[in-house]
């Protein structure tokens, strides 16, 4: 059974750096397109970035310029860099990928950024 595995979320002060990496367990498939959306309380989930397999990416304009998404095909796995965190970055991120036979989420990590 494939699962995403993510892990490096956690508490930090504003101006400080985390890294999230996802990875896509039990799979002998490349996922087509992996990234990280998140979901600050009260408000709805929003896309933060996503890279092809190719290498193509995106990005939600509130963090271009400070997160760096990149994949290891090899491993399956995904990883956020996140520098210069704001107080506003604060939020559960969820890792997903897309595999020809369908989506799959992560459980999700917190990320919290104090000010």
């Known amino acids: 059974q494939v699962q995403l595995v993510e892990s490096g979320g956690g508490l930090v002060q504003a101006g400080g750096s985390l890294r999230l990496s996802c990875a896509a367990s039990?799979?002998?498939?490349?996922?087509?397109?992996m990234g990280w959306d998140r979901q600050a309380p009260g408000k709805q989930r929003e896309l933060v970035a996503a890279?092809?397999?190719?290498?193509?990416?995106t990005y939600a304009d509130s963090v271009k310029g400070r997160f760096t998404i990149s994949r290891d095909n090899a491993k399956n796995t995904v990883y956020l860099q996140m520098n210069s965190l704001k107080p506003e970055d604060t939020a559960v991120y969820y890792c997903n990928a897309d595999f020809h036979y369908g989506s799959l989420w992560g459980q999700g990590t917190q990320v919290t950024v104090s000010s």
């Open positions: 039990g799979s002998i498939f490349i996922a087509n397109r």
């Open positions: 890279i092809t397999s190719g290498g193509t990416t």
